[in-house]
């Protein structure tokens, strides 16, 4: 699959916000704005990010690098597919997705949007894949990164 089908330029985030919800709503109005997501995306993102965070402890990819998150919720509530990729200038906190009992500091998120139920995993898997691959080093400097421009060039260049 071509970077260009689940990246757009116009959904790549920077932002300051510091509290989850807050955060998710922030994105949700730019998606809902751009045509993205539906009206009732928000509710359903939140409420899934509740019952079964998404947050992920990076120390088994590398020393000192920022943990990310990957938000998504159910197809029917998106217009399209994507992966909107979004830099956090202050940690937000998220709960681990292995231990939804432990708090994260995240730096960086991954939201998937798919319309199709079978191709979520699919996304999941190219965003691990991505992670995976990249050295330590480059990765550190790229889950920094607070231009939404030079994430968007990044992805396009080296997501796989």
């Not at 998150?69 to 937000?92: C, D």
Request: net charge negative; charged share 20%.
């Amino acid at each position: 699959m071509e970077n260009s089908v689940i990246f757009a330029r116009d959904a790549v985030f920077v932002t300051d916000e510091t509290e989850q919800d807050d955060l998710l709503k922030e994105i949700y109005d730019h998606l809902l704005q751009q045509g993205y997501v539906k009206g009732n995306f928000l509710a359903h993102i939140i409420e899934r990010e509740h019952n079964f965070p998404t947050g992920l402890d990076t120390s088994t990819l590398g020393s000192n690098l920022p943990n990310i998150a990957i938000p998504h919720t159910e197809g029917a509530f998106v217009n399209t597919r994507l992966i909107v990729p979004v830099a956090l200038k202050t940690p937000v906190i998220f709960h681990n997705m292995i231990k939804p009992e432990q708090e994260l500091p995240v730096k960086f998120l991954f939201m998937l949007l798919e319309t199709n139920p079978d191709g979520q995993a699919k996304l999941l898997s190219q965003v691990m894949d991505f992670l995976a691959k990249t050295p330590a080093k480059d990765l550190q400097h790229f889950l920094n990164f607070d231009d939404p421009d030079a994430i968007y060039e990044y992805l396009m260049q080296n997501f796989a």
